[in-house]
């Protein structure tokens, strides 16, 4: 079954419908700046595709796994070395630092992932979210459990070297699953971060399908490409944005940019801007000078 799409019809209309998904508590959502993107892709599978054999996309992943492994260790902090001890941990790095992956960000926070899909204009905007917590159950269901390619895809998970990584991903179903970070960063705090990991190569949308068959528990809510400005206003006004969502040099950076291109205020965040635009646009009493 297709994922139900949303549309609202207003700002306020938007916002009801992603309180009220969040405030079931059990959704991760991810932005998206165009609808038209119809799939959840990693930006692997958007590299390697569908055309190359299984064993020459594993025999790629592998090779940049080891690559970034290799040149990592010298320049990573010391708190992130944690995550070598797994292959999974190395790549959840990969993924921070840009690096392509068969993982898939996602947000506790239905306006992160907004902020993530209105930074452009051109085209509407997408919000996917989906019940973690019944893709957690289908996880567990009793028959799951003893088939050997999801028994495989959970040694997959939590693989110490990369040839068993190589060996487990050969052998394993296509499964999703999601996890959080096991040693948080401040990027991946402040974004309320989340991860999935298919056990084969694949679009993460049709993968979640297959477990999550009832209509609410995929949802894509459309953003009107109308509304994505003065719902960057919003978000800026939130605390939402680059200064609060990158916490480094590269947040700064990417502050100023947003603020010159949409006309954000510098040196007057969030509330400060919107009383001193209301007092601007507040008329005269009558008597008043």
């Not at 938007?14 to 993107?37: E, K, P, T």
């Not at 992943?61 to 990573?76: D, K, P, Q, V, Y």
Request: net charge neutral; proline share 4%.
């Amino acid at each position: 079954m297709a994922w139900t799409e949303l549309y609202p019809s207003s700002l306020d209309d938007l916002h009801a419908v992603l309180n009220r998904i969040s405030a079931a508590g059990d959704y991760v959502f991810r932005g998206q700046a165009s609808a038209s993107w119809k799939h959840l892709e990693p930006s692997l599978h958007r590299v390697l595709g569908d055309d190359k054999e299984t064993g020459i996309q594993i025999n790629l992943e592998t090779a940049a796994i080891r690559e970034f492994r290799r040149h990592g260790r010298s320049l990573l902090r010391v708190s992130e070395l944690d995550y070598f001890n797994l292959i999974l941990g190395s790549i959840t790095l990969m993924q921070h630092y840009g690096a392509l992956t068969r993982l898939l960000d996602w947000t506790l926070s239905p306006w992160v992932a907004c902020y993530f899909a209105v930074r452009e204009d051109h085209d509407d905007a997408a919000i996917w979210a989906f019940n973690r917590s019944a893709l957690d159950q289908a996880n567990h269901a009793p028959g799951l459990s003893r088939s050997p390619d999801f028994i495989t895809f959970r040694k997959l998970l939590s693989a110490a070297t990369l040839e068993d990584w190589a060996w487990y991903t050969q052998r394993s179903g296509p499964y999703i699953e999601m996890f959080r970070y096991e040693y948080a960063n401040a990027q991946m705090g402040a974004q309320q971060s989340l991860f999935t990991i298919c056990g084969k190569l694949l679009h993460h949308d049709e993968a979640l399908q297959r477990f999550l068959p009832e209509p609410w528990q995929t949802v894509r809510v459309i953003v009107p490409k109308a509304h994505k400005r003065d719902l960057r206003h919003q978000l800026f006004r939130m605390n939402v944005g680059a200064l609060n969502l990158f916490p480094s040099m590269d947040g700064v950076g990417r502050h100023i940019s947003e603020a010159l291109l949409s006309g954000f205020p510098l040196g007057d965040e969030g509330l400060v801007w919107k009383l001193a635009a209301s007092a601007r646009r507040r008329k005269p009493a009558p008597g008043e000078r």
